[in-house]
């Protein structure tokens, strides 16, 4: 009887998670504030003023004013919260992605998603039940990123050391802290020296000699413009080069 039941509770279960992974994901549509004018609804032929919400796959495809479209009663959630964008929108029929044009930028940017009501109130409640775990779940990815972000720059470093055997102690260190500050995010975090190429490393030494090794930051504010300067030292530094990888 009770291996029965066992075998029952799993067939449930495993009915329970066959209808969750064929669960149709809610579909997203766009919601642009328009940046062009002269566009009108299909549905009502009306006009949708600049900078109104206008419901198309994108501005040069047809599409609908806000009336027409299925999101009249639907609520604005603002984006930063990861989990409530998610969450919500899984427990929305529709989702709405709502667009305004940055022209700074010249490209579109999310002001946030419509909705329906009881959609965030559910996601609400499943980010209150589980906020502490996804806290600790965080600080402990925040953890592992520092380790690895550690762990980078001392294998940069090894690499610095192995490409100029000559360069004073703990230069090494010092312009491997530095370039990775600045080129983490493009180079990877892998960790792994074989990936860190000769050019790449020549650059991060390279400029380190022009700050430490000659009068380079001096020259500023003499009139002389940049590309000057950076001609002059060009000498000096590919002397402490020389000296420090042969
Ligand atoms: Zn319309």
Same mark, same amino acid.
């Given at each position: ?10 067939? $449930? $279960? ?23 004018? $002269? !566009? ?9 003023p ?48 709502? !667009?305004?044009?940055?022209?700074r ?8 998603q ?16 589980d906020?502490?775990?996804?806290? !600790?779940?965080?600080? $402990? ?22 490409r ?16 990775c ?11 792994n020296?074989?990936q ?51």
């Open positions: 009887m009770i291996s029965l039941n066992i075998e029952y509770k799993r067939e $449930k $279960k495993y009915i329970r998670n066959f209808y969750k992974t064929i669960q149709v994901a809610t579909a997203s549509q766009n919601i642009y504030l328009t940046k062009r004018e $002269k !566009l009108t609804c299909k549905t009502c032929g009306k006009k949708v600049l900078g109104k919400a206008f419901v198309a796959e994108s501005e040069k495809h047809k599409g609908t004013c806000f009336t027409c479209s299925p999101f009249v009663g639907y609520i604005m959630l603002p984006p930063g919260d990861a989990a409530m964008t998610r969450r919500s929108k899984k427990h929305s029929t529709l989702c709405g992605v709502v !667009l305004f044009w940055n022209q930028r010249k490209r579109y940017e999310r002001k946030g419509l909705v329906e009501e009881i959609a965030i109130e559910k996601a609400r409640l499943e980010c209150d039940s906020k502490e775990s996804r806290a !600790l779940k965080n600080k $402990k990815a925040a953890v592992i990123r520092a380790a690895h972000d550690k762990a980078y720059v001392i294998i940069f470093a090894e690499a610095i050391r192995q100029y055997p000559n360069c004073p102690t703990n230069r090494e260190n010092e312009i491997a802290a530095h370039a500050e600045k080129h983490s995010g493009r180079v990877g975090r892998t960790a020296a074989k860190f190429d000769g050019k790449m490393i020549d650059l991060a030494v390279e400029a380190h000699i022009r700050h430490t090794e000659t009068d380079y930051d001096d020259q500023f504010g003499k009139g002389k413009n940049k590309k000057t300067i950076r001609t002059e030292v060009r000498f000096d530094i590919n002397k402490v080069l020389r000296k420090w990888r042969d």
